[in-house]
């Protein structure tokens, strides 16, 4: 049973917004894929409001010179967490809601994959999405929104519903998992401080 109000069911209510094929941009659509799940029900998904987010990114990583290479080769954990905070402040003065990006695996030790699942389905739990960066076969950022029956549950803009977790290792670039979650990445998105 879906608890009202809860990740899962804004999950299953709303659609994530997609990226394009080729444009490199998962890190921007997993921001304003967690911005709207984080704010429902308390805002309805809003094409204007969400197509305001968008511009403002692009024009965001633009005047840092940085949009042709994030276009070309991907973003960097350093550009993803600062066009992060860039949008949530934005999605603040567009709806008025106040959203903060908090790491939640910092304390946790460099091989404790049960730990950090442990952290993130406390987190989606209590309707706060978790931002990921999944190294390995995918080389992509995505956002959670459960665990269940040992599988991270996506809403994701490029169409991935879920991952294994037997296929994830809290990882450096070297390791051998199919999907290396960067430990350092792993953000919630929090109405709360």
Known sequence: MIQRGSLKEAAERLLPYHQGRFDNLCGLYSVLNAIQLAQWPMLERNAHRSRLLFQHGIAALEHQGLLHSVIKHGMDDATWAWLTDRLLAEARRLSGITLHRVPILRKTKRSDLDGALVLIDRHTRIGEPVLVELAGSYQHYTTIVGINNNRLLLFDSYGYHW???????????????????????????CKRQ
Not at 182 to 189: E, L, P, Q
């Open 163 to 189: 991952i294994s977790a037997a296929s994830c290792e809290l990882g450096h670039r070297y390791s051998s998992a199919r999907h290396r979650i960067n430990r350092a990445s792993v953000a919630a998105i």
